[in-house]
C-alpha cells in the first residue's frame, strides 16, 4: 500500500510556497467563497479544473462524478447546482467532459463494471437517442469520441431543464451554462459550440451544436 506521508509534506510545501507568492492568500479564501464559475466535469484523475483553466482554489465551484452526467433525481449534483445559483450566485455554469473518458467507452462497450453500470445507462441513452451519429462500421475511437461530444451536449441540455436554472433566468439572474470538452494528450479545452443564456434558448441551440458533430472531427486519437 502506498504511503501518504507525502501528501502532507507536499501540502505544507504548497502552502507556503502560496503564501510567499500571495501573503495573506488563505485568510482572505477563510473569509469569503466568491467563484464565478461552476464546473461540472468528470471524476477522472487527470482532469484537475481548476489548473486546466489557470485558476486559483476559491475561483471555482467545482461538482465531478463519472463522465460528468445530470440527473434530475441526482440530489448531490442537484444541491451543487442550487447552491452555485442561488447562494454563490455564479455567472457560468460549466459542462466538461474529456476524450479518452473511461466511462464513456465502458458506455459505448457495453462494458460489465458493476454497480457503475447503472449510472453509466444515462451516457448509453445518450447514444441511443442519437444513433443516426454513428453509422455502421463506425471506428469505436471515433465513436467514443464522438459519444464524449454529444454526452457533454446531452448534459448541458439537462442543466438547462433544471427549475434551478429556469428560475435563475426568469428572474432576469445573469447565467450562462457552456459545453466543453477536454483534450488528455494536448491539454486543450475545446467550446463544443453549446452556450444557453436564457429560457427559450436551448431548443434552437442544441440541434445547431448537434449538428456541428456529424462530420467526422479528425481527433480519433484521443484516447
Not at 59 to 69: D, I, K, L, T, Y
Not at 134 to 158: C, H, K, M, T
Not at 188 to 211: C, E, K
Amino acid at each position: 500500500m502506498a504511503d501518504v506521508s507525502d501528501l502532507l509534506a507536499n501540502n505544507r510545501r504548497w502552502a507556503r510556497q502560496m503564501n510567499e507568492h500571495e501573503p495573506g492568500f488563505f485568510n482572505r479564501l477563510a473569509r469569503q467563497q466568491a467563484p464565478r464559475y461552476m464546473w461540472i466535469g468528470c471524476a477522472d484523475s487527470r482532469v484537475p479544473a481548476n489548473q486546466i483553466v489557470g485558476l486559483l482554489p476559491g475561483e471555482m465551484f467545482v461538482h465531478r462524478n463519472v463522465a460528468n452526467v445530470v440527473v434530475h433525481t441526482d440530489l448531490n449534483c442537484l444541491s451543487v447546482l442550487q447552491f452555485a445559483v442561488d447562494v454563490l450566485q455564479v455567472e457560468h455554469v460549466i459542462v466538461c467532459g474529456h476524450y479518452g473518458c473511461g466511462g464513456i467507452q465502458a458506455a459505448w462497450k457495453k462494458t460489465e463494471l458493476g454497480l457503475i453500470d447503472n449510472w453509466l445507462h444515462h451516457v448509453q441513452d445518450v447514444a441511443e437517442q442519437h444513433a443516426d451519429l454513428f453509422p455502421r462500421g463506425i471506428d469505436d475511437a471515433e465513436a467514443v469520441a464522438r459519444l464524449a461530444e454529444l454526452n457533454v451536449l446531452s448534459q448541458v441540455a439537462n442543466v438547462c431543464r433544471t427549475t434551478i436554472v429556469l428560475d435563475a433566468w426568469r428572474r432576469a439572474q445573469p447565467l450562462a451554462v457552456h459545453g466543453w470538452i477536454y483534450g488528455l494528450n494536448d491539454g486543450l479545452l475545446r467550446d463544443l459550440g453549446l452556450t444557453v443564456t436564457r429560457d427559450g434558448a436551448l431548443a434552437a441551440a442544441l440541434p445547431r451544436a448537434i449538428a456541428g458533430l456529424a462530420a467526422p472531427h479528425g481527433r480519433t486519437d484521443q484516447r
